[in-house]
């Protein structure tokens, strides 16, 4: 038997493949007759073959041995239910995060993606979580925001799947760490949301510098919200108040500069 590679002679295997079908049978002929390197089934595996084929790859040594192998299989559109479900465990992190976020992979397979990841999570090294909050889903992303390393953090914050909603519930958690928030704050991403400026400034665990320094960035009614909120620091509360009386006699400023002008204009003069 000889090694298969060239992309004509996968070509040729592929069409094999079709004419074998859901056969069983066929499928164990089929590799019987033919040795295929690692790097032809995986390209064949990216095709739409039959379920037979997937079967037959995800159960038999050494394929189903190579978690490379099997998260292709998981990948093909063609793979039965009840297969990717059993697959799941078997599978690497960067495997489940790409299914998790695949929106054409089942529903049930994608929750359960999800779970194995927030199982593995404890025992996951520093260097994969910082890569995993890079391209995680929400749920998983919103608990690597609360790790205890901000390099993490930092790196979910720039996560392209993150929301707007996502970050303000992060914010708003009671668990949520200074850490974060600090970092929040600091991320070019989220620092000049106002809704997230709004969120640092009621959350308890906000580092007081950086609380102070949103102030002068909020919305007249934001900041008449933080004047009468009662369980903020007086402080942020008297801050909130200055920025606001400095503002209305700005404005009083211009209207007496701009008052008479005005006059005159509509007077005809």
Not at 114 to 124: F, Q
Request: hydrophobic share 45%.
């Amino acid at each position: 038997m000889r090694q298969v590679a060239s992309e004509s002679e996968i070509d040729r295997l592929y069409s094999e493949i079709l004419l074998v079908g859901e056969s069983a049978a066929g499928v164990r002929e089929f590799f019987a007759r033919h040795e295929i390197s690692e790097s032809a089934l995986l390209s064949l595996l990216r095709r739409i073959v039959p379920r037979k084929f997937l079967e037959h790859v995800a159960t038999t040594r050494p394929w189903s041995e190579r978690a490379v192998v099997l998260g292709v299989v998981a990948m093909n559109p063609r793979i039965p239910r009840y297969l990717a479900l059993h697959l799941v465990a078997s599978l690497t992190w960067v495997d489940l995060v790409r299914l998790a976020a695949t929106p054409r992979v089942d529903a049930a397979m994608r929750n359960r993606c999800e779970e194995v990841l927030r199982e593995n999570l404890p025992d996951m090294r520093l260097g994969e979580r910082i890569a995993l909050a890079r391209r995680a889903t929400p749920r998983i992303l919103m608990l690597l925001l609360l790790d205890s390393d901000p390099r993490v953090i930092d790196a979910g914050l720039l996560n392209p799947r993150l929301r707007e909603e996502d970050v303000l519930h992060a914010i708003r958690r009671d668990e949520s760490s200074g850490t974060l928030l600090d970092r929040v704050s600091a991320c070019y991403c989220w620092r000049d949301n106002h809704a997230v400026r709004l969120a640092l400034v009621l959350h308890l665990r906000t580092p007081l510098s950086v609380a102070l320094a949103q102030l002068s960035h909020l919305v007249d009614s934001a900041l008449a919200r933080l004047i009468t909120t009662k369980t903020l620091p007086p402080l942020i509360r008297a801050g909130a108040e200055r920025v606001l009386e400095v503002r209305n006699a700005q404005r009083q400023g211009r209207s007496d500069e701009m008052g008479p002008l005005q006059i005159g204009r509509d007077s005809g003069h």
